[in-house]
Nanobody
Framework: QVQLVESGGGAVQAGGSLRLSCAAS????????MGWYRQAPGRQRELAAI???????QYDKSVKGRFTISRDNYESTVQLQMTGLKLEDTAGYYC????????????WGQGTQVTVSS
């Protein structure tokens, strides 16, 4: 129904930038609330940013002002532009999709690693 593939992770020095992309294979992208979550070793997965089909966004306070989430409803993609990266941003980053029409629907990508070094 919904397949998500992330790309764009990698290693970067503190203060640098990365752009993550998530491509969705689905016919219902227009109904999906898209999100980027992250999980550091030994920690729970946490929300970084979400974007609704209409483009409304929310950010965790830890990334607000540094990360920007965007989506292209024609290409069925969602991006996460990350700037001012910090050591604590090191984590696996996961693309998430939730169908607005169904509270139980939730889809995950396989994740992409972001490593920030000093």
């Amino acid at each position: 129904q919904v397949q998500l593939v992330e790309s764009g992770g990698g290693a970067v020095q503190a203060g640098g930038s990365l752009r993550l992309s998530c491509a969705a294979s689905t016919s219902i992208f227009g109904f999906l609330v898209m999100g980027w979550y992250r999980q550091a070793p030994g920690r729970q997965r946490e929300l970084a940013a979400i974007i609704t089909p209409g483009g409304s966004t929310q950010y965790d306070k830890s990334v607000k002002g540094r990360f920007t989430i965007s989506r292209d409803n024609y290409e069925s993609t969602v991006q996460l532009q990350m700037t001012g990266l910090k050591l604590e941003d090191t984590a696996g980053y996961y693309c998430d999709a939730k169908d607005m029409r169904s509270v139980s629907s939730n889809y995950w990508g396989q994740g992409t690693q972001v490593t920030v070094s000093s």
